[in-house]
């Protein structure tokens, strides 16, 4: 069964940057359109950014002109670059995903990750 496989979380200073990458497990299935959100403790999960098959991306107003999201599709991976993180950025970030099937089958809708944490310290 296929898997979101999200990497780069972890322990960062105020100020810091992370790189988030989410991608699928195996080679049978291809992001459509990607969304990062995040939940942090005793909080509603939030989307964070998004982005389409052609590449447009959204942003939450509280990361816009921090957070950068872009996707590879020759490795077939979507990434999250965070800079100028703060506390108030600590949660556990999880991707979603829309995926399609390279060998025909049904996509998959609203995919999720299995989580990473990040945490920024003041």
């Known amino acids: 069964q296929v898997q979101l496989v999200e990497s780069g979380g972890g322990l960062v200073q105020a100020g810091g940057s992370l790189r988030l990458s989410c991608a699928p497990s195996?080679?049978?299935?291809?992001?459509?359109?990607m969304g990062w959100y995040r939940q942090a403790p005793g909080k509603q999960r939030e989307l964070v950014a998004s982005?389409?098959?052609?590449?447009?991306?959204y942003y939450a107003d509280s990361v816009k002109g921090r957070f950068t999201m872009s996707r590879d599709n020759a490795k077939n991976a979507v990434y999250l670059q965070m800079n100028s993180l703060k506390p108030e950025d600590t949660a556990v970030y999880y991707c979603n995903a829309n995926l399609w099937p390279i060998l025909g089958g049904a996509p998959l809708y609203d995919y999720w990750g299995q989580g990473t944490q990040v945490t920024v310290s003041s």
């Open positions: 982005i389409s098959s052609s590449s447009s991306t």
């Open positions: 195996g080679s049978t299935f291809s992001i459509n359109a």
